[in-house]
C-alpha cells in the first residue's frame, strides 16, 4: 500500500515536500514517479527515479523547481517543491513501476506504472 503525504495550501513561491510510504513494497526495488492531476485536466507526470536511484526525471514545468529523492532507510520517496505556483495545484500521486530497462523511454508513461497511492492535494494561492 502506498501513501503520499505532506499537501496543503501554501502561497506562490514558498515550499512543500512531500513524502510517499509504502508498506508491503521496499521502494529501492521500483521505479517511482509522482504524478499529478489538476482539476478538469488529465494526469499527468511530474518526476520520477529509476530504481538504482538515478538517472531522475521531471517534467519540463517543474524542472529546476522540484526534487525527487528517496531515503532507502526509511522506505519513503520525497517530492520536494519549491517556487511553487498557482499552476501547481493539483492532487499529486506517487506510483512504483518495474525494473524494466529503458526506463528512459518510458518514465512519463502512468500506464507503466503498477501501484498507485491515495493522492495528496497541494493548493497554491496567488
Known amino acids: 500500500q502506498l501513501q503520499a503525504s505532506g499537501g496543503g495550501l501554501v502561497q506562490a513561491g514558498g515550499s512543500l515536500r512531500l513524502s510517499c510510504t509504502a508498506s508491503?513494497?521496499?521502494?529501492?526495488?521500483?521505479?517511482v514517479a509522482w504524478f499529478r492531476q489538476a482539476p478538469g485536466k488529465q494526469r499527468e507526470f511530474v518526476a520520477g527515479?529509476?530504481?538504482?536511484?538515478?538517472?531522475?526525471y521531471y517534467a519540463d514545468s517543474v524542472n529546476g523547481r522540484l526534487t525527487i529523492s528517496r531515503d532507502n532507510i526509511k522506505n519513503t520517496n520525497y517530492l520536494q517543491m519549491n517556487d511553487l505556483k498557482p499552476e501547481d495545484t493539483a492532487v499529486y500521486y506517487c506510483?512504483?513501476?518495474?525494473?524494466?530497462?529503458?526506463?528512459?523511454?518510458?518514465?512519463?508513461?502512468?500506464?507503466?506504472?503498477?501501484?498507485w497511492g491515495q493522492g495528496t492535494l497541494v493548493t497554491v494561492s496567488s
Open positions: 527515479i529509476r530504481w538504482t536511484g538515478s538517472p531522475t
Open positions: 506510483a512504483l513501476g518495474p525494473r524494466l530497462v529503458n526506463y528512459r523511454t518510458w518514465y512519463y508513461q502512468d500506464h507503466m506504472y503498477d501501484y
Open positions: 508491503g513494497h521496499t521502494l529501492s526495488s521500483y521505479a
